[in-house]
């Protein structure tokens, strides 16, 4: 059959129960293949290709990581509503004129939810400026200033809502976040395992474990696969000795968001390999492209984490070191080519900056 969507979910599972060997194909794969282009004559053709092996079976994982993938991505689209909810209340108190958001680094904190609580109890300022607690007392008067104009009657009772939904968002995805832990259990090992790398929490090793399985190594082969299913890999298009273009592909958009996500957080972890990765890589490809790479990079990690059962060790590679190597040929050549590097006649060189006026500058960045 030829299905879309998540269609396929409910024969695929009667097929399994019924004991027969189902395979799932890529579109994009079989439309390479010669055949003709209606529902029952595709339907045909798609049995035939199986028939004969041309097809390759994409990678569905059993019916018990089918139900936590559904269970964490639910949590995710959750979150994301979260998030969006507090950019409404953040909208709703700004419009009113009460620019907490200006004083506390988080509105949704201990100190900004009385703050925000206290203005749909229509508290005075001076009330709602006592129940702060002792570390924000440095602020009491910009707060002060904040908290001069009061909200109307409609600004409180569409704050009063929004703060309740967020309240009942954040009870939900406690909820999951429980569930998914007891489905979780017996992986407890490889959800340990992957949380000893860097920009890995908890909720981000669920997330990957219920995406890509407790073993990937068996499903995969190895981490160049997992990466092209992930979307991560560089695309590969090229014809008559030119590279038309290196962007990556569509694959599983959950795993390659939370993947990118945490690849942020392993750039800023100091003393790690992948911080210095990015930073190598920022300077020749841009911030978003060594962004992709840092996260391509980290799930080669993971693939290697969950295919030998050891924790995650840093290697003790330098690469600042070894772009100065790839590349102090070309500085130098560039530096002597607008006298900026000068050799001198006993051999030695000595800079000369600023530059000369009468060569021509590389424009900086």
């Known amino acids: 059959m030829e299905a879309t969507g998540v269609y396929w979910h409910t024969p695929?599972?009667?097929?399994?129960?019924?004991?027969i060997e189902a395979q799932l194909l890529h579109a994009q794969h079989v439309k390479q293949l010669r055949g003709r282009k209606t529902d029952v004559?595709?339907?045909?053709w798609l049995a035939r290709v199986c028939q004969f092996g041309l097809g390759r079976p994409s990678f569905v994982p059993s019916q018990q990581f089918r139900d936590l993938r559904a269970l964490s991505r639910h949590r995710r689209k959750l979150?994301?509503?979260r998030a969006q909810v507090r950019n409404q209340v953040q909208k709703v108190i700004d419009?009113?004129?009460?620019?907490i958001g200006a004083v506390l680094s988080d509105i949704f904190g201990r100190n900004g939810r009385r703050i925000l609580d206290g203005l749909v109890a229509r508290r005075t300022s001076t009330d709602i400026l006592a129940s702060l607690s002792a570390h924000v007392r440095g602020k009491l008067e910009q707060l002060g200033d904040a908290l001069g104009l009061t909200l109307r009657a409609t600004e409180r009772r569409l704050l009063a809502d929004l703060l309740s939904e967020h309240d009942t968002l954040s009870r939900r995805v406690g909820d999951f976040d429980r569930h998914l832990d007891e489905a979780l259990a017996p992986?407890?090992?490889q959800l340990r395992l992957l949380e000893t790398l860097p920009g890995i929490d908890h909720t981000a090793a669920c997330a990957i474990l219920s995406e890509t399985g407790a073993d990937p190594h068996r499903v995969f082969g190895n981490a160049h696969r997992l990466a092209a299913w992930t979307g991560l890999c560089p695309g590969?298009?090229?014809s008559a000795g030119k590279r038309r273009t290196g962007r990556t592909r569509r694959g599983n958009q959950t795993l390659r968001t939370v993947l990118i996500e945490c690849a942020h957080a392993a750039a800023r972890t100091h003393n790690c390999q992948f911080q210095t990765y990015h930073q190598t890589l920022t300077r020749k490809r841009g911030f978003k492209r060594a962004i992709v790479a840092t996260a391509h990079k980290l799930l080669r990690c993971v693939f290697a984490v969950l295919r030998d059962a050891t924790p995650y060790?840093?290697?003790?590679t330098d690469y600042e070191a070894l772009l100065v190597q790839r590349s102090a040929?070309?500085?130098?050549?560039?530096?002597h080519q607008f006298d900026i590097l000068v050799r001198n006649d006993d051999g030695t060189c000595s800079v000369r900056w600023p530059p000369p006026a009468n060569r021509r500058t590389v424009p900086t960045r």
Do not use: F, I, M, Y
């Open 12 to 19: 695929w599972q009667a097929l399994t129960d019924a004991g």
């Open 41 to 44: 004559e595709d339907s045909r």
């Open 79 to 81: 979150v994301a509503r």
């Open 95 to 99: 419009r009113g004129g009460v620019r």
């Open 187 to 189: 992986w407890a090992e």
């Open 236 to 238: 590969n298009n090229e």
């Open 313 to 316: 060790r840093d290697p003790d």
């Open 329 to 335: 040929s070309r500085w130098l050549r560039k530096l």
